[in-house]
Protein backbone atom coordinates (compact mmCIF):
# COMPACT_ATOMS: atom_id res chain seq x y z
CA UNK A 1 0.00 0.00 0.00
CA UNK A 2 1.70 3.49 -0.93
CA UNK A 3 2.17 6.09 2.21
CA UNK A 4 2.51 9.60 2.20
CA UNK A 5 4.76 11.86 4.43
CA UNK A 6 5.14 15.22 4.57
CA UNK A 7 7.85 16.78 6.13
CA UNK A 8 11.72 18.63 5.86
CA UNK A 9 13.78 17.58 2.98
CA UNK A 10 16.64 19.38 4.31
CA UNK A 11 20.87 19.80 5.08
CA UNK A 12 21.99 19.29 8.58
CA UNK A 13 25.66 20.37 9.93
CA UNK A 14 26.32 17.72 12.67
CA UNK A 15 29.33 17.90 15.40
CA UNK A 16 29.35 14.24 17.39
CA UNK A 17 32.25 13.15 19.64
CA UNK A 18 33.23 11.14 16.46
CA UNK A 19 33.32 13.62 14.02
CA UNK A 20 31.85 16.55 12.20
CA UNK A 21 29.34 16.52 8.73
CA UNK A 22 28.87 19.49 6.94
CA UNK A 23 25.47 20.15 5.18
CA UNK A 24 24.79 16.42 5.56
CA UNK A 25 21.68 15.13 4.13
CA UNK A 26 19.18 15.33 6.94
CA UNK A 27 15.23 16.46 7.34
CA UNK A 28 12.00 14.21 8.49
CA UNK A 29 10.79 13.88 4.99
CA UNK A 30 13.73 11.93 4.00
CA UNK A 31 14.54 9.69 6.85
CA UNK A 32 10.89 9.06 7.35
CA UNK A 33 10.57 7.62 3.51
CA UNK A 34 14.14 6.01 3.28
CA UNK A 35 13.50 3.92 6.17
CA UNK A 36 9.87 3.52 4.72
CA UNK A 37 11.01 2.73 1.69
CA UNK A 38 12.36 -0.89 2.22
CA UNK A 39 8.38 -1.97 3.25
CA UNK A 40 5.89 0.16 1.62
CA UNK A 41 4.79 -0.39 -1.82
CA UNK A 42 5.73 3.40 -2.07
CA UNK A 43 6.32 6.19 -0.49
CA UNK A 44 5.58 9.58 -1.29
CA UNK A 45 6.53 13.15 -0.44
CA UNK A 46 4.98 16.51 -0.01
CA UNK A 47 8.33 18.99 0.70
CA UNK A 48 10.11 21.97 -0.32
CA UNK A 49 13.63 22.52 -1.11
CA UNK A 50 15.70 25.26 -2.32
CA UNK A 51 17.61 24.85 -5.88
CA UNK A 52 20.83 24.37 -3.64
CA UNK A 53 19.28 20.63 -3.01
CA UNK A 54 21.77 18.31 -4.53
CA UNK A 55 19.94 16.46 -7.81
CA UNK A 56 21.72 13.14 -6.92
CA UNK A 57 20.22 12.66 -4.06
CA UNK A 58 16.65 13.07 -5.38
CA UNK A 59 17.56 10.78 -7.31
CA UNK A 60 18.78 8.53 -4.57
CA UNK A 61 15.18 8.61 -3.35
CA UNK A 62 13.51 7.76 -6.54
CA UNK A 63 15.64 4.82 -7.30
CA UNK A 64 14.28 3.99 -4.20
CA UNK A 65 11.19 4.03 -5.12
CA UNK A 66 10.01 7.12 -3.84
CA UNK A 67 7.74 9.85 -5.42
CA UNK A 68 8.93 13.51 -5.84
CA UNK A 69 5.71 14.91 -7.18
CA UNK A 70 5.17 16.71 -4.44
CA UNK A 71 8.01 17.66 -3.67
CA UNK A 72 8.52 21.50 -4.51
CA UNK A 73 12.03 22.94 -5.89
CA UNK A 74 11.98 26.45 -5.46
CA UNK A 75 14.25 28.46 -8.11
CA UNK A 76 17.00 31.01 -6.50
CA UNK A 77 16.13 29.88 -2.84
CA UNK A 78 17.77 27.45 0.06
CA UNK A 79 17.02 24.79 1.57
CA UNK A 80 16.10 24.77 5.22
CA UNK A 81 19.45 24.38 7.75
CA UNK A 82 20.03 23.23 10.81
CA UNK A 83 23.34 22.57 12.61
CA UNK A 84 23.21 20.30 16.46
CA UNK A 85 26.00 19.66 18.50
CA UNK A 86 25.86 16.14 20.45
CA UNK A 87 26.87 16.03 24.19
CA UNK A 88 29.22 13.25 25.00
CA UNK A 89 26.54 10.97 25.95
CA UNK A 90 25.19 10.98 23.02
CA UNK A 91 21.49 11.34 24.31
CA UNK A 92 21.37 15.35 24.33
CA UNK A 93 21.99 17.50 21.86
CA UNK A 94 22.08 21.73 21.42
CA UNK A 95 20.71 23.47 18.09
CA UNK A 96 23.43 25.81 16.97
CA UNK A 97 21.85 27.23 14.07
CA UNK A 98 17.86 27.12 12.03
CA UNK A 99 17.78 28.50 8.83
CA UNK A 100 14.05 28.00 7.94
CA UNK A 101 14.89 29.02 4.03
CA UNK A 102 12.16 27.98 1.77
CA UNK A 103 9.85 26.78 4.63
CA UNK A 104 9.07 29.94 5.65
CA UNK A 105 6.08 30.14 3.41
CA UNK A 106 5.85 26.38 3.11
CA UNK A 107 2.27 26.00 1.64
CA UNK A 108 2.15 21.99 0.82
CA UNK A 109 -0.39 20.96 -2.15
CA UNK A 110 -0.60 17.45 -2.06
CA UNK A 111 -0.75 16.34 -6.09
CA UNK A 112 -4.44 14.69 -7.09
CA UNK A 113 -2.89 11.10 -6.88
CA UNK A 114 -1.44 11.38 -3.48
CA UNK A 115 -4.73 12.36 -2.14
CA UNK A 116 -6.09 8.34 -1.45
CA UNK A 117 -2.64 7.56 0.45
CA UNK A 118 -3.38 4.94 2.50
CA UNK A 119 -0.92 5.70 5.28
CA UNK A 120 0.02 9.39 6.29
CA UNK A 121 2.62 10.44 8.39
CA UNK A 122 3.62 13.53 9.46
CA UNK A 123 7.00 14.82 10.16
CA UNK A 124 7.23 17.37 12.56
CA UNK A 125 5.91 20.50 11.05
CA UNK A 126 3.67 23.51 12.30
CA UNK A 127 0.39 22.24 13.56
CA UNK A 128 -1.35 24.26 10.97
CA UNK A 129 0.29 23.00 8.36
CA UNK A 130 -0.40 19.10 9.27
CA UNK A 131 -3.99 19.93 9.41
CA UNK A 132 -3.81 21.63 5.99
CA UNK A 133 -2.79 18.04 4.63
CA UNK A 134 -5.27 16.29 6.70
CA UNK A 135 -8.32 18.46 5.03
CA UNK A 136 -6.60 17.61 1.43
CA UNK A 137 -7.09 14.18 1.79
CA UNK A 138 -9.52 12.68 -0.17
CA UNK A 139 -11.43 9.62 2.05
CA UNK A 140 -9.81 8.36 5.48
CA UNK A 141 -6.28 6.49 5.47
CA UNK A 142 -6.59 3.55 7.12
CA UNK A 143 -3.67 5.06 9.76
CA UNK A 144 -2.84 9.10 10.14
CA UNK A 145 0.36 9.31 12.18
CA UNK A 146 1.96 12.66 13.57
CA UNK A 147 5.09 13.75 14.93
CA UNK A 148 5.72 16.85 16.87
CA UNK A 149 8.08 18.56 19.45
CA UNK A 150 7.82 20.55 22.81
CA UNK A 151 8.32 23.96 20.56
CA UNK A 152 4.85 23.26 19.21
CA UNK A 153 3.78 23.22 22.80
CA UNK A 154 4.99 26.05 23.87
CA UNK A 155 3.54 28.29 20.89
CA UNK A 156 0.66 26.91 19.28
CA UNK A 157 -0.90 24.22 22.19
CA UNK A 158 -4.25 25.14 20.94
CA UNK A 159 -3.63 24.55 17.28
CA UNK A 160 -2.06 21.44 18.19
CA UNK A 161 -4.79 19.87 20.23
CA UNK A 162 -6.88 20.49 17.18
CA UNK A 163 -4.83 18.39 14.77
CA UNK A 164 -4.89 15.75 17.85
CA UNK A 165 -7.93 15.14 17.54
CA UNK A 166 -8.03 14.09 13.48
CA UNK A 167 -5.39 11.62 13.81
CA UNK A 168 -5.06 7.84 14.87
CA UNK A 169 -1.53 7.61 16.34
CA UNK A 170 0.88 10.13 18.11
CA UNK A 171 4.57 9.72 18.09
CA UNK A 172 7.14 11.36 20.54
CA UNK A 173 9.20 11.62 22.68
CA UNK A 174 9.05 10.73 26.48
CA UNK A 175 9.53 14.63 27.78
CA UNK A 176 7.29 15.90 25.13
CA UNK A 177 4.69 13.56 26.06
CA UNK A 178 5.31 14.66 29.99
CA UNK A 179 5.02 18.28 28.71
CA UNK A 180 1.44 17.61 26.34
CA UNK A 181 0.20 16.29 29.17
CA UNK A 182 1.46 17.80 32.17
CA UNK A 183 2.67 14.80 33.86
CA UNK A 184 5.49 12.39 34.65
CA UNK A 185 4.22 9.52 34.63
CA UNK A 186 4.53 7.87 31.27
CA UNK A 187 1.43 6.13 31.76
CA UNK A 188 -0.63 8.39 32.57
CA UNK A 189 0.68 10.86 30.32
CA UNK A 190 -0.49 7.93 27.27
CA UNK A 191 -4.20 8.13 29.15
CA UNK A 192 -4.44 11.81 29.05
CA UNK A 193 -2.97 11.66 25.68
CA UNK A 194 -5.81 9.07 23.97
CA UNK A 195 -8.40 11.67 25.92
CA UNK A 196 -6.99 14.28 23.35
CA UNK A 197 -7.39 11.92 19.88
CA UNK A 198 -5.27 9.57 19.62
CA UNK A 199 -6.12 6.04 19.34
CA UNK A 200 -2.50 5.01 19.88
CA UNK A 201 0.46 6.65 21.19
CA UNK A 202 3.99 5.83 21.22
CA UNK A 203 6.23 7.03 23.22
CA UNK A 204 9.98 6.92 22.30
CA UNK A 205 12.82 6.83 24.96
CA UNK A 206 15.87 6.70 22.88
CA UNK A 207 18.58 4.15 23.88
CA UNK A 208 15.98 3.05 26.44
CA UNK A 209 13.57 1.77 23.83
CA UNK A 210 9.43 2.87 22.81
CA UNK A 211 6.32 2.34 24.42
CA UNK A 212 3.23 1.62 22.31
CA UNK A 213 -0.32 2.02 23.97
CA UNK A 214 -3.81 1.46 23.17
CA UNK A 215 -5.65 2.31 25.83
CA UNK A 216 -5.13 -0.19 28.76
CA UNK A 217 -3.20 -2.37 26.26
CA UNK A 218 0.54 -1.54 27.03
CA UNK A 219 4.07 -2.59 24.45
CA UNK A 220 7.53 -2.19 25.37
CA UNK A 221 10.00 -2.61 22.35
CA UNK A 222 13.82 -2.34 23.43
CA UNK A 223 16.18 -0.45 21.59
CA UNK A 224 19.04 -2.62 20.71
CA UNK A 225 22.11 -2.08 22.98
CA UNK A 226 24.96 -0.45 20.82
CA UNK A 227 28.63 -0.07 21.68
CA UNK A 228 29.13 2.87 19.75
CA UNK A 229 26.08 5.25 18.52
CA UNK A 230 28.25 7.54 15.80
CA UNK A 231 25.52 9.69 14.65
CA UNK A 232 21.57 10.01 16.77
CA UNK A 233 20.61 12.67 13.84
CA UNK A 234 17.23 10.87 11.77
CA UNK A 235 17.03 8.18 14.45
CA UNK A 236 13.48 9.08 15.90
CA UNK A 237 12.43 9.92 11.83
CA UNK A 238 13.51 7.08 10.85
CA UNK A 239 11.93 4.68 13.47
CA UNK A 240 8.70 6.41 12.56
CA UNK A 241 9.56 5.72 9.08
CA UNK A 242 10.27 1.85 9.15
CA UNK A 243 7.03 1.36 11.81
CA UNK A 244 4.74 3.26 8.76
CA UNK A 245 6.54 1.54 6.08
CA UNK A 246 5.51 -1.79 8.01
CA UNK A 247 2.02 -0.96 8.51
CA UNK A 248 2.05 0.33 4.79
CA UNK A 249 3.46 -3.31 3.41
CA UNK A 250 1.00 -5.46 5.73
CA UNK A 251 -2.09 -2.99 5.27
CA UNK A 252 -3.37 -4.04 8.97
CA UNK A 253 -4.08 -1.73 11.61
CA UNK A 254 -4.15 -3.59 15.07
CA UNK A 255 -2.47 -3.41 18.60
CA UNK A 256 -0.55 -6.83 17.41
CA UNK A 257 0.28 -5.41 13.84
CA UNK A 258 1.49 -2.24 15.70
CA UNK A 259 3.90 -4.38 17.73
CA UNK A 260 5.55 -5.67 15.55
CA UNK A 261 5.95 -2.25 13.08
CA UNK A 262 7.53 -0.92 16.25
CA UNK A 263 10.26 -3.55 16.29
CA UNK A 264 10.48 -2.76 12.24
CA UNK A 265 11.03 1.05 12.86
CA UNK A 266 13.53 0.08 16.10
CA UNK A 267 15.38 -2.07 14.21
CA UNK A 268 15.52 0.51 11.07
CA UNK A 269 17.00 3.31 13.97
CA UNK A 270 19.41 1.19 15.08
CA UNK A 271 20.65 0.84 11.42
CA UNK A 272 20.57 5.12 11.02
CA UNK A 273 22.92 5.66 13.93
CA UNK A 274 25.96 3.56 12.68
CA UNK A 275 27.08 6.04 10.00
CA UNK A 276 26.48 10.11 9.94
CA UNK A 277 23.04 11.24 8.18
CA UNK A 278 21.44 8.85 5.67
CA UNK A 279 24.25 7.07 4.57
CA UNK A 280 23.30 3.82 6.56
CA UNK A 281 19.24 3.69 5.00
CA UNK A 282 20.64 4.03 1.45
CA UNK A 283 21.59 -0.21 0.73
CA UNK A 284 20.53 -1.96 3.18
CA UNK A 285 19.65 -6.10 1.59
CA UNK A 286 16.43 -7.72 2.89
CA UNK A 287 19.04 -10.32 4.56
CA UNK A 288 20.49 -7.20 6.80
CA UNK A 289 17.41 -6.20 8.08
CA UNK A 290 16.02 -9.74 8.73
CA UNK A 291 19.34 -10.31 10.68
CA UNK A 292 18.72 -7.25 12.70
CA UNK A 293 15.23 -8.64 13.27
CA UNK A 294 16.46 -11.76 14.63
CA UNK A 295 18.69 -9.40 17.20
CA UNK A 296 15.62 -7.97 18.51
CA UNK A 297 13.68 -11.32 18.62
CA UNK A 298 16.94 -13.00 20.89
CA UNK A 299 16.96 -9.48 22.43
CA UNK A 300 13.41 -9.86 24.37
CA UNK A 301 12.35 -13.58 23.79
CA UNK A 302 12.28 -15.53 26.87
CA UNK A 303 10.58 -18.87 27.45
CA UNK A 304 7.70 -18.33 30.65
CA UNK A 305 7.53 -21.28 32.57
CA UNK A 306 5.36 -21.11 35.76
CA UNK A 307 6.13 -21.55 38.96
CA UNK B 1 17.65 -24.83 46.86
CA UNK B 2 19.43 -23.13 49.40
CA UNK B 3 19.96 -19.30 49.51
CA UNK B 4 22.51 -17.21 51.30
CA UNK B 5 22.30 -13.80 51.89
CA UNK B 6 24.71 -11.08 53.22
CA UNK B 7 23.97 -7.33 54.11
CA UNK B 8 21.92 -5.15 55.58
CA UNK B 9 18.82 -5.42 57.74
CA UNK B 10 18.17 -1.54 58.95
CA UNK B 11 15.89 1.11 59.51
CA UNK B 12 14.94 3.59 56.91
CA UNK B 13 13.32 7.15 56.78
CA UNK B 14 11.96 8.18 53.48
CA UNK B 15 10.30 10.64 52.30
CA UNK B 16 8.51 10.31 48.81
CA UNK B 17 6.04 12.89 47.10
CA UNK B 18 3.57 10.79 48.27
CA UNK B 19 4.23 10.92 52.12
CA UNK B 20 6.69 9.94 55.06
CA UNK B 21 7.92 6.98 56.71
CA UNK B 22 10.06 6.95 59.67
CA UNK B 23 11.68 4.14 60.95
CA UNK B 24 10.50 1.50 58.68
CA UNK B 25 12.29 -1.75 57.89
CA UNK B 26 14.51 -1.84 55.21
CA UNK B 27 18.24 -2.65 54.23
CA UNK B 28 19.22 -5.17 51.88
CA UNK B 29 19.31 -8.38 53.41
CA UNK B 30 15.65 -7.76 54.50
CA UNK B 31 14.31 -6.85 50.50
CA UNK B 32 16.38 -9.87 48.87
CA UNK B 33 15.24 -12.35 51.63
CA UNK B 34 11.43 -11.31 51.89
CA UNK B 35 11.83 -11.50 47.34
CA UNK B 36 13.18 -14.76 47.16
CA UNK B 37 11.56 -16.30 50.15
CA UNK B 38 8.39 -16.75 47.39
CA UNK B 39 10.84 -19.31 45.36
CA UNK B 40 13.90 -20.71 47.22
CA UNK B 41 13.51 -23.55 49.29
CA UNK B 42 15.51 -21.45 51.96
CA UNK B 43 16.95 -18.23 52.62
CA UNK B 44 19.73 -17.45 54.97
CA UNK B 45 20.60 -13.97 56.17
CA UNK B 46 24.34 -13.06 57.49
CA UNK B 47 23.57 -9.62 59.12
CA UNK B 48 23.77 -7.69 62.53
CA UNK B 49 21.07 -5.62 64.26
CA UNK B 50 20.79 -3.76 67.37
CA UNK B 51 18.20 -4.55 69.76
CA UNK B 52 16.29 -1.77 68.97
CA UNK B 53 15.12 -3.92 66.12
CA UNK B 54 11.97 -5.11 66.28
CA UNK B 55 11.04 -8.44 67.28
CA UNK B 56 8.26 -8.75 65.47
CA UNK B 57 9.60 -8.12 62.08
CA UNK B 58 12.00 -10.77 62.65
CA UNK B 59 8.87 -12.73 63.43
CA UNK B 60 7.54 -12.17 60.02
CA UNK B 61 10.99 -13.26 58.29
CA UNK B 62 11.05 -16.07 59.78
CA UNK B 63 7.77 -17.01 59.15
CA UNK B 64 8.54 -16.84 55.70
CA UNK B 65 10.87 -19.72 56.01
CA UNK B 66 14.22 -16.92 56.42
CA UNK B 67 16.72 -18.77 58.55
CA UNK B 68 18.24 -16.07 61.06
CA UNK B 69 20.67 -18.13 62.66
CA UNK B 70 23.16 -15.99 61.03
CA UNK B 71 21.59 -13.00 62.35
CA UNK B 72 23.63 -11.19 65.18
CA UNK B 73 21.41 -8.97 67.76
CA UNK B 74 24.41 -6.83 69.61
CA UNK B 75 22.33 -5.73 73.16
CA UNK B 76 22.65 -2.21 74.03
CA UNK B 77 23.66 -1.37 70.43
CA UNK B 78 21.70 0.31 67.54
CA UNK B 79 20.42 -1.09 64.03
CA UNK B 80 22.06 0.69 61.05
CA UNK B 81 19.48 3.87 59.88
CA UNK B 82 19.57 5.59 56.55
CA UNK B 83 17.72 8.68 55.59
CA UNK B 84 16.52 9.90 52.21
CA UNK B 85 14.81 12.19 50.29
CA UNK B 86 13.25 11.06 46.74
CA UNK B 87 13.04 14.13 43.85
CA UNK B 88 9.59 14.36 42.41
CA UNK B 89 11.02 12.07 39.46
CA UNK B 90 11.21 9.55 41.68
CA UNK B 91 14.90 8.32 40.11
CA UNK B 92 17.26 10.30 42.04
CA UNK B 93 17.00 10.91 45.66
CA UNK B 94 19.29 12.75 48.43
CA UNK B 95 20.77 10.95 51.22
CA UNK B 96 20.11 12.67 54.36
CA UNK B 97 21.77 11.09 57.18
CA UNK B 98 23.43 7.44 57.23
CA UNK B 99 24.02 5.72 60.87
CA UNK B 100 26.63 3.15 60.71
CA UNK B 101 25.96 1.65 64.21
CA UNK B 102 26.56 -1.88 64.58
CA UNK B 103 27.48 -1.94 60.87
CA UNK B 104 30.42 -0.32 62.27
CA UNK B 105 32.33 -3.18 63.19
CA UNK B 106 30.71 -5.92 61.28
CA UNK B 107 32.35 -9.04 60.82
CA UNK B 108 29.86 -11.40 59.31
CA UNK B 109 30.74 -15.30 60.87
CA UNK B 110 28.87 -17.94 58.62
CA UNK B 111 26.94 -20.59 61.05
CA UNK B 112 28.34 -24.18 59.74
CA UNK B 113 25.27 -24.81 57.42
CA UNK B 114 25.47 -21.89 55.85
CA UNK B 115 28.38 -22.58 54.65
CA UNK B 116 27.62 -25.11 52.08
CA UNK B 117 24.51 -22.93 50.54
CA UNK B 118 23.94 -23.70 47.07
CA UNK B 119 23.58 -19.92 45.89
CA UNK B 120 25.23 -16.57 47.48
CA UNK B 121 23.91 -13.24 46.98
CA UNK B 122 26.59 -10.53 48.54
CA UNK B 123 24.60 -7.58 49.22
CA UNK B 124 25.99 -3.79 48.94
CA UNK B 125 28.54 -3.87 51.81
CA UNK B 126 32.34 -2.78 51.68
CA UNK B 127 34.17 -5.38 49.19
CA UNK B 128 36.52 -6.47 51.99
CA UNK B 129 33.23 -8.07 54.03
CA UNK B 130 32.10 -9.70 50.93
CA UNK B 131 35.58 -11.30 50.27
CA UNK B 132 35.65 -12.78 53.93
CA UNK B 133 32.09 -14.34 53.71
CA UNK B 134 33.56 -16.15 49.93
CA UNK B 135 36.21 -17.61 51.79
CA UNK B 136 34.28 -18.86 54.27
CA UNK B 137 32.06 -20.75 52.01
CA UNK B 138 33.20 -24.78 52.03
CA UNK B 139 33.01 -25.48 48.51
CA UNK B 140 31.91 -23.26 45.67
CA UNK B 141 28.23 -22.37 45.38
CA UNK B 142 26.62 -22.74 41.65
CA UNK B 143 26.50 -18.84 41.19
CA UNK B 144 28.00 -16.18 43.46
CA UNK B 145 26.13 -12.86 42.82
CA UNK B 146 27.30 -9.10 44.06
CA UNK B 147 25.50 -5.91 44.63
CA UNK B 148 28.35 -2.93 45.12
CA UNK B 149 28.02 1.10 44.51
CA UNK B 150 29.98 3.70 43.21
CA UNK B 151 31.21 4.80 47.05
CA UNK B 152 33.05 1.47 47.19
CA UNK B 153 34.43 2.43 43.76
CA UNK B 154 35.80 5.69 44.69
CA UNK B 155 37.68 4.64 48.10
CA UNK B 156 38.64 0.73 48.03
CA UNK B 157 38.84 -0.22 44.29
CA UNK B 158 41.15 -2.31 44.66
CA UNK B 159 39.15 -4.62 47.18
CA UNK B 160 36.18 -4.46 44.97
CA UNK B 161 38.27 -5.72 41.77
CA UNK B 162 39.85 -8.57 44.26
CA UNK B 163 36.47 -9.47 45.17
CA UNK B 164 34.66 -8.99 41.38
CA UNK B 165 37.51 -12.23 40.30
CA UNK B 166 35.78 -14.60 42.81
CA UNK B 167 32.30 -14.14 41.68
CA UNK B 168 29.78 -14.96 38.99
CA UNK B 169 27.67 -12.37 38.26
CA UNK B 170 27.74 -8.38 39.08
CA UNK B 171 24.38 -6.69 39.68
CA UNK B 172 24.61 -2.93 39.48
CA UNK B 173 23.18 -0.30 38.21
CA UNK B 174 23.93 1.69 34.55
CA UNK B 175 25.77 4.70 36.64
CA UNK B 176 27.66 2.21 38.72
CA UNK B 177 28.51 -0.21 35.41
CA UNK B 178 29.97 3.21 33.70
CA UNK B 179 32.11 4.06 36.29
CA UNK B 180 33.73 0.88 37.26
CA UNK B 181 34.04 0.32 33.68
CA UNK B 182 35.44 4.22 33.07
CA UNK B 183 32.55 4.12 29.81
CA UNK B 184 29.56 5.22 28.98
CA UNK B 185 28.53 2.22 26.45
CA UNK B 186 26.61 0.02 28.79
CA UNK B 187 27.61 -2.70 26.15
CA UNK B 188 31.37 -1.97 26.05
CA UNK B 189 31.14 -1.10 29.87
CA UNK B 190 29.86 -4.57 30.27
CA UNK B 191 32.65 -6.05 28.18
CA UNK B 192 35.01 -4.47 30.44
CA UNK B 193 33.65 -6.29 33.66
CA UNK B 194 33.20 -9.59 31.90
CA UNK B 195 36.83 -9.09 31.44
CA UNK B 196 37.30 -8.34 35.56
CA UNK B 197 35.78 -11.90 36.55
CA UNK B 198 32.22 -11.84 36.51
CA UNK B 199 30.72 -14.34 33.66
CA UNK B 200 27.06 -12.25 33.84
CA UNK B 201 26.66 -8.81 34.16
CA UNK B 202 23.54 -7.45 34.89
CA UNK B 203 22.79 -3.67 34.79
CA UNK B 204 19.99 -2.25 36.32
CA UNK B 205 18.27 0.76 34.69
CA UNK B 206 15.58 1.73 36.64
CA UNK B 207 12.01 2.37 35.32
CA UNK B 208 13.93 1.38 31.77
CA UNK B 209 14.59 -2.22 32.99
CA UNK B 210 17.85 -3.90 33.16
CA UNK B 211 20.10 -5.91 30.98
CA UNK B 212 21.70 -9.44 30.81
CA UNK B 213 25.28 -10.01 29.40
CA UNK B 214 27.04 -12.78 29.00
CA UNK B 215 29.99 -12.29 26.52
CA UNK B 216 28.00 -11.58 22.91
CA UNK B 217 24.20 -12.25 24.68
CA UNK B 218 22.35 -9.50 25.41
CA UNK B 219 18.86 -10.08 26.94
CA UNK B 220 16.72 -7.15 27.79
CA UNK B 221 14.02 -6.97 30.56
CA UNK B 222 11.85 -4.49 30.80
CA UNK B 223 10.89 -2.62 33.61
CA UNK B 224 6.88 -3.15 34.44
CA UNK B 225 5.31 0.99 33.14
CA UNK B 226 3.66 1.76 36.34
CA UNK B 227 1.01 4.82 36.81
CA UNK B 228 2.30 5.41 40.43
CA UNK B 229 5.66 4.72 41.88
CA UNK B 230 4.80 4.86 45.74
CA UNK B 231 8.04 3.99 47.14
CA UNK B 232 11.49 2.78 45.00
CA UNK B 233 13.49 2.02 48.17
CA UNK B 234 14.88 -1.60 48.09
CA UNK B 235 13.51 -2.34 44.52
CA UNK B 236 17.20 -2.79 43.61
CA UNK B 237 17.18 -5.43 46.16
CA UNK B 238 14.44 -7.23 45.63
CA UNK B 239 15.09 -7.45 41.63
CA UNK B 240 18.39 -9.19 43.15
CA UNK B 241 15.86 -11.42 45.53
CA UNK B 242 13.34 -12.53 42.78
CA UNK B 243 16.14 -13.22 40.74
CA UNK B 244 18.27 -15.20 42.81
CA UNK B 245 15.64 -16.94 44.47
CA UNK B 246 14.16 -17.99 41.20
CA UNK B 247 17.56 -19.60 40.50
CA UNK B 248 17.48 -21.58 43.70
CA UNK B 249 14.22 -22.56 42.69
CA UNK B 250 15.29 -23.84 39.23
CA UNK B 251 19.05 -24.37 40.04
CA UNK B 252 19.89 -24.15 36.96
CA UNK B 253 22.66 -21.66 35.83
CA UNK B 254 22.37 -20.65 32.36
CA UNK B 255 21.52 -17.96 30.07
CA UNK B 256 18.19 -19.24 29.40
CA UNK B 257 17.27 -20.03 33.11
CA UNK B 258 18.44 -16.85 33.61
CA UNK B 259 16.80 -14.44 31.38
CA UNK B 260 13.63 -16.13 33.39
CA UNK B 261 15.19 -15.28 36.76
CA UNK B 262 15.00 -11.50 35.55
CA UNK B 263 11.74 -11.19 34.57
CA UNK B 264 10.65 -13.00 37.86
CA UNK B 265 13.21 -10.13 39.75
CA UNK B 266 11.44 -7.79 37.65
CA UNK B 267 8.20 -8.73 38.56
CA UNK B 268 8.83 -8.49 42.45
CA UNK B 269 10.51 -5.31 42.14
CA UNK B 270 7.12 -3.70 40.68
CA UNK B 271 5.43 -5.40 43.32
CA UNK B 272 7.99 -3.52 45.88
CA UNK B 273 7.66 0.14 44.81
CA UNK B 274 3.70 -0.25 45.29
CA UNK B 275 3.85 0.49 48.60
CA UNK B 276 6.16 1.95 51.30
CA UNK B 277 8.77 -0.15 52.72
CA UNK B 278 8.65 -3.71 52.85
CA UNK B 279 5.12 -3.95 52.69
CA UNK B 280 3.57 -4.90 49.58
CA UNK B 281 6.82 -8.12 50.01
CA UNK B 282 4.66 -9.18 53.20
CA UNK B 283 1.61 -11.16 51.64
CA UNK B 284 1.78 -12.22 48.40
CA UNK B 285 -0.02 -15.10 46.97
CA UNK B 286 0.61 -17.06 43.79
CA UNK B 287 -1.44 -15.80 42.02
CA UNK B 288 -0.55 -12.19 42.19
CA UNK B 289 2.93 -13.40 41.30
CA UNK B 290 1.53 -15.67 38.18
CA UNK B 291 -1.08 -12.78 36.93
CA UNK B 292 2.51 -9.90 37.43
CA UNK B 293 4.47 -12.26 34.97
CA UNK B 294 1.92 -12.71 32.64
CA UNK B 295 1.96 -8.81 32.59
CA UNK B 296 5.62 -9.19 31.52
CA UNK B 297 4.83 -11.42 28.73
CA UNK B 298 1.88 -9.58 27.15
CA UNK B 299 4.38 -6.45 27.75
CA UNK B 300 7.23 -7.74 25.31
CA UNK B 301 5.76 -10.64 23.28
CA UNK B 302 5.54 -10.31 19.72
CA UNK B 303 4.99 -12.80 16.49
CA UNK B 304 7.89 -11.81 14.54
CA UNK B 305 6.88 -12.28 10.76
CA UNK B 306 9.80 -12.47 8.09
CA UNK B 307 9.20 -9.78 5.67
Known sequence: MKLLTVGTVAF???????????????????????????????VRIVSVVGDDFPESVLQDLTSRNIDLAGLEVKKGEKSFFWAGRYHNDMNSRDTLETQ???????????????????????????PDIQLS?????????KLIALDTMNFWMDIAMESLKKVLKRI?????????????????????????IHEMGPKF?????????????????????????????????GAGDTFAGGLMGYLA?????????LKRAIIYGSAMASFCVEKFSTERLLNLSKVDIDARIDKFVKLVNFDSIPV
Do not use: C, W
Open 12 to 42: DDIETPFGRAEKAIGGAATYISLAASYFAEQ
Open 100 to 126: LNVLADFNPILPEAYKSSDFLMLGNLT
Open 249 to 257: MTGEVSFEN
Open 201 to 233: VVIKKGEHGALLFEGENIFYAPALPLAEVFDPT
Open 133 to 141: VIEQMVGKP
Open 168 to 192: DMLIINDEEARQLAGTYSLVTAAAM
